[in-house]
């Protein structure tokens, strides 16, 4: 069931949110600046890297890459085993082996409506955490509007905060992960001091002394 859900893609963990989800902001400022009036929307490479539906032997090459699968292989294959030592038993001794149907009707129920609670709560976190990321877009968009409707912001200052800004969701991404990586780091349009424990914070102060 879970090769299932990911290879429909239904629905996927805030992890598969896309690194370039604010590679955009950048773009916003200069078409604004470009065209007067213009309206900032989504550009047309938004959604450039989102694995499409229908590449179903790419999905299943991931999922067998996955941790998911690495950590189940061993409790698949053990039971694989344990039910093949049983149907060898009863066919080469001719040996019928009896089980009673209530216990495992009763262990099925229960495990069904566990199945269903996990499933439930899983999509909730996702949904909230998609609804967050969402906000962070909106937010980071928004910013990047106004920031083009000032007029007296010297253009080099007005390039270092674009920098940051579009820097910001792929840092507190990673850093809500397993730290920053150095290609995120790599984007940054300043080099960060060394030492430097949260990325997020860093970047946020930067660009909240340069608005201000």
């Given amino acids: 069931m879970g090769l299932l859900l990911y290879v429909l893609g239904i629905p996927e963990p805030i992890r598969s949110a896309r690194r370039d989800c604010c590679r955009g902001v950048a773009e916003w400022i200069d078409r604004g600046s470009q065209t007067s009036g213009e309206r900032c929307i989504v550009p047309l490479d938004f959604f450039a890297g989102q694995r499409p539906i229908a590449n179903w032997g790419s999905r299943i090459r991931?999922?067998?890459?996955?941790?998911?699968?690495?950590?189940?292989?061993s409790c698949v294959l053990g039971l694989t085993a344990y039910t093949a030592v049983g149907n060898y038993v009863q066919d080469y001794f001719h040996t019928d082996i009896?089980?009673?149907?209530?216990?495992?009707?009763?262990?099925?129920?229960?495990l069904s409506i566990l199945l269903v609670l996990r499933t439930n709560s899983?999509?909730?976190r996702w949904w909230?955490?998609?609804?967050?990321?969402?906000?962070?877009?909106?937010?980071?968009?928004n910013l990047a509007v106004k920031l083009k409707t000032?007029?007296?912001?010297?253009?080099?200052?007005?390039?270092?905060?674009?920098?940051?800004?579009?820097?910001?969701?792929?840092?507190?991404?990673?850093?809500?992960?397993q730290?920053?990586?150095d290609e995120t780091l790599s984007v940054l349009p300043e080099p960060i001091p060394a030492g430097q424990s949260h990325v997020p914070g860093f970047v946020s102060s930067r660009l909240f002394a340069l608005v201000r």
């Fill in 62 to 73: 991931q999922f067998l890459g996955s941790s998911v699968f690495r950590r189940t292989t």
């Fill in 98 to 110: 009896l089980l009673p149907a209530g216990g495992q009707a009763l262990f099925g129920a229960a």
């Fill in 122 to 124: 899983a999509y909730d």
């Fill in 128 to 141: 909230e955490g998609r609804k967050l990321w969402g906000a962070l877009t909106n937010e980071c968009r």
């Fill in 150 to 177: 000032m007029a007296d912001v010297d253009p080099a200052e007005l390039a270092l905060a674009r920098g940051w800004l579009a820097a910001f969701p792929p840092c507190l991404r990673d850093h809500l992960r």
């Fill in 179 to 181: 730290g920053v990586s």
